[in-house]
């Protein structure tokens, strides 16, 4: 900010304006004659100035002191490209310092701004303002080259010095619809994991790849590398940042088989799932974790810093902080739809246990079916290779390639059976636990506030005993008096958040059980879509089979039936020849 000196006021006269902000100082402030304050541009006669409102007061004509600083007059001039730029007078009487913030100007001052004070007429602030906005759009391009050629509007001297030009970023569109900025479109996928590492610190990375609308992201598509135990520091801070919020949950931990194909291609679709249903959920997209996991390059750093912030402004709480401690209280549950939504679930995460259970039987059968299917298919290629009789040889071979085809629908089968019916399914027992969570987030809540209410009855009758003592503790009474006000307002507080944790919940749960239908629904029909191709697959593959055999048959038949043809002809031949010999003799 700029001394006092600068703007022209004697140290006098400005703490009689900072003591009397909303005086009449109009006989005191002359009209200035402002130029642009973005970019600075010859005058124009062709334009009026500005008119102070008719019921302003009129300010008193004065010599405004001379300044180094010289100023255009209230003349027009044409720019080469034929563009009018004009200059504004300002009325400085709305305030003590004016509506830009700025004083006037004297001999040794320099045009820089002044932090801006009340106005006593809005009015005419807006107007100046929406002036200034209407020749801003004209100077966005700079100015022009005689404004810059004429003496005292140089950037060197020019007021708009102080002000900086408005950037606008070339990756963003200027203009987003309401729908879209209100509820921004995610596309993120989870793939290409790779195995990096040496033998003791070995583990699989994958690439988070996302296309969004959101106008919280620097660019609209991008990629980060991201491991395993990256996805279970965001699903934590979700759940710490929003306490009520049913978080989707990652896949649990494997310490055996983590590198095996088929392992990795479930973890990666379960983490690609838990990042789509975190950017549908209207409350979590917009989490700054969820941002900074999505595209920080540097998110090791990132979030060392990050967890540094935090544990400085944890620190910085104050006595209040006990209040989260909850020694000594027992949470009761009063409200009867949350009495019932934990007895149902317990009973769905019961159901989905044994449903999760049957389908890996189900999996593991249909692998151990095509894996004796394969031995099946070698067995009767090994024997198709010793058998004389071409005929069988040639059936058993095309049966024992028939068997290694089934073998591999089998494996598929079994492949899209976990990733439909079984990844949703193991999905949904990982949500019980979220809601878990999320109900116990609850009964921190209330357990917080129950412990604001007993340490302010104890405040209290702290309080009462003082005032019964008399006047001797006047000092220590007003200290706890202030005390008791911040308790009451900290627990007034607590009640709310343990409110809104309730609202939120009851929220929440119509959310999942929407959400339980589509899922499910999609899912059963991606598993029967995909056993009724598995059988059409298997069944044309028998008709194929079976059209063979009848055409190696009937090429038999064929065969044996020219070779007849053959032998009676040559024995016709034969019996003639005799003939003629016999004739001949």
């Known amino acids: 900010m700029s001394s006092n000196g600068q703007h022209g006021f004697g140290s006098g006269g400005f703490d009689e304006l900072l003591s009397n902000p909303f005086a009449d100082s109009s006989p005191k402030t002359p009209r200035h ?34 300044s180094p600083v010289s100023r255009p007059t209230p003349s027009s001039r044409r720019t080469p490209g034929g563009r009018m730029t004009q200059s504004v007078v300002l009325d400085l009487d709305a305030g003590p310092l004016g509506p830009l913030g700025g004083g006037p ?17 809005p009015s005419r602030t807006d107007q100046v303002r929406q002036e200034i906005d209407a020749l801003t759009l004209q100077n966005n391009a700079g100015p022009s080259r005689k404004a810059q050629e004429i003496p005292g509007l140089s950037r060197e001297n020019s007021y708009s010095r102080s002000v900086p030009e408005p950037v606008v970023p070339a990756s963003k569109p200027s203009h987003i619809p309401l729908e879209q900025a209100a509820k921004p479109s995610f596309d993120i996928s989870v793939g290409d994991p790779q195995k990096i590492g040496d033998l003791t610190s070995s583990h699989t990375v994958y690439k988070v790849r996302t296309k969004t609308t959101s106008s919280a992201f620097k660019v609209p598509e991008f990629a980060v590398m991201r491991r395993y135990r990256d996805f279970l520091w965001l699903f934590d801070k979700l759940n710490s940042n929003n306490p009520g919020v049913m ?80 020694a000594g209280v027992k949470f009761v549950e009063q409200d009867q739809y949350f009495e019932d939504k934990k007895n149902w679930l317990e009973v769905m995460e019961y159901q989905l246990k044994v449903l999760s259970k049957a389908i890996d039987g189900v999996v593991r059968q249909r692998k151990d079916l095509a894996g004796a299917t394969y031995e099946f298919g070698n067995s009767l290629s090994s024997l198709s290779t010793t058998e004389l009789d071409r005929e069988l040889c040639n059936s058993l071979a095309a049966l024992s390639d028939l068997q290694i085809r089934i073998k591999e629908l089998y494996e598929r089968q079994a492949q899209q059976d976990f990733l439909t019916m079984g990844n949703t399914v193991d999905e949904y027992v990982r949500l019980c636990g979220s809601i878990k969570m999320a109900l116990q987030a609850r009964q921190k809540a209330y357990i917080s506030w129950q412990t604001a209410e007993s340490d302010l009855t104890k405040k209290r009758s702290g309080v009462d005993k003082l005032k019964r003592q008399g006047r001797t503790q006047q000092d220590r009474l007003s200290l706890m008096g202030d005390e008791l006000v911040e308790f009451e307002r900290k627990c007034n507080q607590l009640r709310l958040e343990f409110e809104e944790v309730g609202k939120l919940l009851k929220t929440e749960f119509e959310r999942f059980d929407k959400e339980k239908v589509e899922d499910f629904k999609a899912s059963v029909e991606t598993f029967l879509e995909s056993a009724v191709e598995s059988q059409k697959a298997l069944i044309e593959g028998w008709e194929a089979y079976l059209t063979y055999l009848d055409r190696d048959e009937q090429d038999q038949h064929e065969l044996v039936g020219d070779s007849n043809g053959v032998f009676e002809e040559q024995q016709t031949s034969t019996n003639q020849d005799d003939r003629q010999v016999e004739a001949a003799e």
């Open 247 to 326: 978080v989707p949950a990652p896949p649990e931990k494997q310490a055996v088989g983590r590198f095996e194909e088929d392992f990795v291609e479930a973890r990666r679709h379960a983490l690609e799932r838990m990042l789509v249903k975190v950017a549908a959920h209207p409350v979590l997209h917009r989490d700054p974790d969820f941002k900074l996991f999505l595209e920080s390059e540097t998110f090791n750093v990132d979030v060392k810093h990050k967890e540094k912030e935090r544990a400085a402004t944890s620190e910085s709480r104050g006595f209040m902080g006990g209040f989260l401690s909850g």
């Open 105 to 121: 100007l004297s001999e040794d001052s320099s045009p820089t701004t002044s932090s801006p004070t009340r106005d006593s007429r």
């Open 33 to 66: 004659e402002v130029t642009e304050p973005f970019k600075a541009a010859p005058s124009s006669p062709e334009l009026s100035p500005v008119k102070p409102q008719e019921h302003a007061p009129k300010p008193i004509e004065r010599e405004a002191p001379a």
